[in-house]
């Protein structure tokens, strides 16, 4: 494949997944303000209202999107490379469930009046969080998801987890089973960054319906993660 041809691959994808969180953001809104509205606040430290832009609320939204936003991709890269059900059923799975929670995310945003991108750095929100006193993640495991300066992000991976765009290239050129076990390597590994971020934002975020989320993320990916330890067994190979 040219350099041209896939350029122009990664720029057809690049707007279907984002229109994909996009529309997902709208349609999910209204259940969204309805849960927040309506959830029990009691859990934790008591919210004190309508999270600011530095809030550990909205650094976790805006970094978690982004980081999902990239499974998206992988998965539909991977549904066109193989013909294998098992790693399609995964692929979708995984599609479905993250752009969905990507909406969320950015639904409540939306709700709070904050933009969804910021000038600040990824993981900006966990050392604010530390700054602000807030107890929680200990200073090696903020080094260690990037809120300590640790992870330098380079050739699109911008956190801890995800693929760069070479990685992301080599899947695209890939068939057949070594596409499976490529996507399954650079889908635990980015898992893996996933819970990393989920479990401090259970740790630092006050809304108790966000916090619920990320739990719910920790729970989720970790399963996946086993079950493509799993995958990839079954193929001759490791993540």
Do not use: C
Not at 19 to 30: M, P, R
């Amino acid at each position: 494949m040219s350099d041209g041809t896939t350029a122009v691959g990664r720029a057809s994808r690049q707007p279907l997944v984002a229109g994909i969180a996009a529309a997902l953001a709208l349609l999910t809104l209204v259940t969204v303000a309805v849960l927040w509205l309506t959830s029990d606040r009691s859990e934790g430290t008591t919210d004190t209202g309508t999270p600011k832009d530095t809030s550990a609320e909205a650094g976790f939204a805006r970094d978690m999107s982004v980081h999902h936003q990239q499974a998206v991709e992988m998965s539909f890269i991977v549904r066109d490379r193989t013909t294998d059900d098992e790693v399609r059923r995964l692929a979708f799975d995984i599609a479905s469930t993250q752009a969905t929670q990507a909406g969320m995310l950015q639904g409540w945003l939306d709700m709070w009046g904050l933009d969804k991108t910021s000038e600040d750095p990824p993981m900006t929100w966990m050392k604010n969080a530390s700054s602000n006193g807030m107890e929680g993640m200990d200073h090696g495991s903020m080094k260690g998801m990037g809120g300590g300066g640790a992870y330098k992000p380079h050739d699109g991976s911008l956190m801890p987890g995800m693929a760069t765009n070479t990685q992301l290239d080599e899947l695209r050129k890939a068939k057949g089973k070594a596409a499976e076990v490529l996507y399954l390597k650079l889908m635990t590994a980015h898992h893996k960054g996933g819970v990393d971020m989920a479990k401090g934002a259970v740790e630092l975020v006050k809304d108790s319906t966000e916090k619920h989320l990320a739990r719910t993320m920790v729970q989720g990916q970790q399963s996946e993660i086993q079950l493509m330890a799993d995958m990839l067994k079954a193929r001759g190979a490791s993540a």
